[in-house]
Nanobody, 120 residues
Framework: QVQLVESGGGLVQPGGSLRLSCAAS????????MAWYRQAPGKEREFVAA???????NVADSVKGRFTISRDSAGNTLYLQMNSLKPEDTAVYYC??????????????WGQGTLVTVSS
């Protein structure tokens, strides 16, 4: 069994910063790609940023230059540094990972989400 647990969400003023974390645990053999998605109220879930096991990353145009995605050296913890936050960044942020376990070659896993609210 695999768990992804996000943390770091909260209320922040426009222009502020937050750092999200996502810790993966369980019967993990290899974590391939990891990513952040978000879902704003009344909208569909959208891609924010992703990073491969090799460290290559890409981010959505809407957050380019403001958000940075990274992984720790062990590769089991994912981060999202969010700077210059805007009200339109308000959403529930979800961690995603494609993971090889002792039972499966590769499956998609999602965290429970962490709420980010940008408001004055």
């Amino acid at each position: 069994q695999v768990q992804l647990v996000e943390s770091g969400g909260g209320l922040v003023q426009p222009g502020g910063s937050l750092r999200l974390s996502c810790a993966a645990s369980g019967s993990i053999v290899t974590i391939y790609n990891m990513a952040w998605y978000r879902q704003a109220p009344g909208k569909e879930r959208e891609f924010v940023a992703a990073v491969t096991s090799g460290g290559s990353s890409n981010v959505a145009d809407s957050v380019k230059g403001r958000f940075t995605i990274s992984r720790d050296s062990a590769g089991n913890t994912l981060y999202l540094q969010m700077n210059s936050l805007k009200p339109e960044d308000t959403a529930v942020y979800y961690c995603h990972a494609f993971i090889k376990t002792i039972l499966h070659y590769g499956l998609d896993y999602w965290g429970q989400g962490t709420l980010v609210t940008v408001s004055s």
